[in-house]
């Protein structure tokens, strides 16, 4: 498993912007695809965006297609999360996961996940 480490949540108003970070321990980007999710008081984990392990391509939930963006720097082994047009509902933890293979909605198929950060919108 690798360490990730996500930064960048904090409190917005809505209709505004934020970038979340997730930082890997070791040069895994290139070899790993890299996933976040959020999770809301009292809802079930989410999943919000994907990316493959070149980079080539990308998944995204509906709630946020249009709105965020995910990207990676592999020397720099880190995966980013472009929040734009942030609405109320958008307020969760979000954490980033990475996992071997093809990417994945689903939560369990990812091996190695980060604590979270969390990003409240405020309306």
């Known amino acids: 498993q690798v360490q990730l480490v996500e930064s960048g949540g904090g409190l917005v108003q809505a209709g505004g912007s934020l970038r979340l970070s997730c930082a890997a321990s070791?040069?895994?980007?290139?070899?790993?695809?890299m996933g976040w999710f959020r999770q809301s008081p009292g809802k079930e984990r989410e999943f919000v965006a994907a990316m493959s392990w070149n980079g080539v391509s990308t998944l995204y939930a509906d709630s946020v297609k249009g709105r965020f963006t995910i990207s990676k720097d592999n020397p720099k082994n880190t995966v980013y999360l472009q929040m734009n047009s942030l609405k109320s509902e958008d307020t969760a933890v979000y954490s980033c996961?990475?996992?071997?293979?093809?990417?994945?909605?689903?939560?369990?198929?990812?091996?190695?996940w980060g604590q979270g950060t969390q990003v409240t919108v405020s309306s």
């Open positions: 070791e040069r895994t980007l290139t070899f790993y695809t």
């Open positions: 996961a990475a996992k071997r293979g093809g990417y994945s909605r689903t939560y369990d198929d990812y091996s190695s």
